[in-house]
């Protein structure tokens, strides 16, 4: 089975979830093909483990992003049984212009791939899980964190080709850079506020611990509403991001349906509430009930003192 | 010209979903609504035909039950609503076919739809109708205006949050936006009880869809997980800090 693998990039970097993306193609036996998009991350993906070949396609029209144009200059270089994403916003839009390009189904969000090909992925939010079996030629886009990243001890074959494209999208002004803070659908931990924050000089409190842990800022629709400060890149939730990082920490956040349609796939939950009978605390694997006001700073001490053991 | 909007009935997010052997049971579905992204793109539909589009059709694909969602679009004043009525489950490929087809009837260059339908999550239909038609292709949108002739757009880019500006033919899929969502007055719900929603086969759109690639094997519920653990008060910080390194191992 021939397999590519659309690489995602972070800035000029190589996303990790590539190799993870890799990790699961090796997993069905197939030979390796990754793109690079632009060039972008190419020298880093030619040592990823598995991989048989790197193809930088390059040309002017990657300089900005415009999904259709991007999906055009790749689709010619996707012509595999299955070509792989990541589930990022980008990656589903590339997976989905370039399965319509070449008039195959997309399947997107997989949380397993397995021989067959079989997939299976959560719909409606995560309270339901789906598992199909697909027909090749198809595209699949993986969540990350499904699958453990293949090792990067790899020297694949590079090669480089030109493709032009029309873009048609024109960016004016940027309005609020990305990049400076981590992203909660990248981040593997991450702590979210809610109303019960107060107000959103409070939040501050939260960044102080993410950056012990290396971990995004996220927040409840609540809270983003509330509050002009809380930007609506920060909502995790049916309207916000759906997230699954290994740890998430609800401070003040009451636990809607809406807001768990977001997080409860997360690995493991830890939920701070004044109210004992918080919905929150019904998904949480560890719930205290305490104020944000007394257990933050105790969390605070806590993880400087446990992480600079 | 006339804007085009895809809405998609979905169990409201309110409602329970479970499954019965293996499969999702509709039955339990105690109300269906639009989509929450489409409600969004609609929104804006409205706000360009305020600011000079001839008019407004909500598009739909799916089984009888969905023209539902079409009359709640217009009782908010969608002008004119196609069904595309089809009963089986479709991958992707072919709900895509079947709503391009249906656009093009309608001549609109500009299409709105939502990021992600509720109940798929899936994010697949905007991006491939806009490569299906060969259309500009903007993603999750929170804003999209008329300046001077050309569409203005605010968009969530890979490089971050971003004014951009295009032409259309172009198809923009919407995130949850700043503006206020209208709600349906009495009159208009009782206009759009009057409107007559237009009813095509796939065959009426000169599609014949084929077989779907992806067959459904089974829906299940989540694993359960393990009971949590909740502790009292703050002295419990210590307690719970320990036990995200010993026992979750994620710090
Ligand atoms: C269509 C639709 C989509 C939606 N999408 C989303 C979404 O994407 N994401 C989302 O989050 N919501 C979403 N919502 C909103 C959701 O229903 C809730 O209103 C929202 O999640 C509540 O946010 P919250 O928990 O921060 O606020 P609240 O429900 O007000 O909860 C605040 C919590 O803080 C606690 N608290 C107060 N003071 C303190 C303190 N000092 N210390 C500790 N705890 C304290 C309280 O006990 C309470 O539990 C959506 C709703 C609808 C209808
Ligand atoms: N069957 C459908 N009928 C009308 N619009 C749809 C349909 N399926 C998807 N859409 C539109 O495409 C968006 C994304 O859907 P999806 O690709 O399923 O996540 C939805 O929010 C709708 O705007």
């Known amino acids: 089975m021939e397999v590519i693998v659309i690489s995602e990039s972070n800035g000029d970097l190589l996303h990790p979830v590539t190799a993870q993306l890799v990790g699961a193609s090796s997993s069905l036996g197939g030979n390796i093909t990754i793109l690079c998009p632009g060039g972008k991350g190419l020298s880093e993906a030619a040592e990823i483990s598995g991989v048989s070949k790197v193809i930088s396609v390059e040309g002017d029209c990657f300089q900005s992003y415009d999904s259709n144009a991007w999906s055009k200059a790749l689709a010619p270089h996707a012509e595999g049984d299955l070509v792989l994403t990541s589930s990022s916003s980008t990656g589903r839009e590339l997976a989905s212009s370039i399965a319509a390009i070449r008039g195959i189904p997309v399947l997107q969000d997989a949380t397993n791939i397995s021989e067959g090909i079989v997939v299976s992925r959560p719909i409606y939010s995560g309270k339901v899980i789906e598992t199909s079996s697909v027909k090749i030629p198809c595209v699949i886009t993986l969540r990350a964190n499904s699958y453990e990243a293949s090792e990067s001890s790899g020297k694949a074959e590079i090669s480089t080709v030109n493709q032009t494209a029309d873009v048609t999208i024109s960016i004016r002004k940027a309005l609020e850079r990305a990049g400076e803070k981590i992203d909660v659908s990248e981040a593997d931990i991450i702590i979210s506020g809610g109303r019960g924050m107060g107000e959103p000089s409070n939040f501050s409190n939260l960044e102080e611990v993410a950056d012990l842990l290396g971990a995004a800022v996220g927040a409840s629709r609540a809270a983003v509403d509330t509050w002009d400060e809380i930007p609506h890149s920060m909502q995790v939730g049916q309207t916000g991001k759906t997230v699954t990082p290994s740890l998430y920490i609800a401070v003040g956040i009451s636990g809607a349906i809406q807001h768990l349609a977001g997080m409860r796939t997360s690995k493991y939950i830890v939920a701070i509430n004044k109210d004992p009978e918080a919905p929150i605390f019904g998904v949480a694997d560890y719930g205290v009930v305490a104020t944000w006001e007394e257990a933050l700073p105790a969390l605070k001490n806590e993880l400087s003192a446990l992480l600079s053991n | ?251």
């Open chain 2, 1 to 251: 010209m006339g804007v085009a909007v895809l809405i998609k009935q979905v169990p409201d997010t309110t409602s329970k979903v479970s499954v019965a052997g293996d499969r999702v049971d509709e039955s339990s579905v105690s109300k269906w609504s639009i989509s929450p992204y489409d409600e969004y793109a609609l929104e804006c539909a409205m706000r360009l035909k305020e600011s000079g589009y001839s008019e407004v059709v909500a598009i739909t694909c799916g089984p009888q039950r969905s023209s539902k969602a079409l009359t709640e679009a217009a009782a908010v004043g969608a002008d004119s609503l196609i069904h595309v009525h089809v009963e089986d489950s479709l991958d992707s490929i072919q709900v895509q076919t079947l709503l391009s087809a249906a656009i093009k009837r309608t001549g609109s260059e500009i299409v709105l739809c939502g990021k992600q339908a509720a109940d798929t999550n899936s994010g697949s239909t905007g991006p491939g109708i806009a490569s299906i038609l060969d259309y500009s292709c903007v993603g999750v949108v929170s804003e999209v205006s008329v300046d001077d002739g050309v569409l203005v757009a605010t968009r969530q880019g890979p490089s971050g949050l971003e004014e951009i500006e295009v032409s259309a033919p172009c198809l923009f899929t919407f995130d949850k936006g700043e503006s206020e969502l209208r709600r349906p007055n009495v009159r208009g719900i009782m206009m759009a009880k009057k409107k007559t929603v237009e009813a095509l086969t796939p065959g009426d759109l000169g599609v014949d869809l084929g077989e779907s690639a992806v067959i459904v094997n089974s829906h299940s519920s989540p694993p359960d997980k393990p009971p949590g653990q909740k502790f009292e008060g703050v002295s419990s910080i210590a307690t719970v800090v320990q036990k995200l390194r010993d026992e979750a191992n994620v710090i």
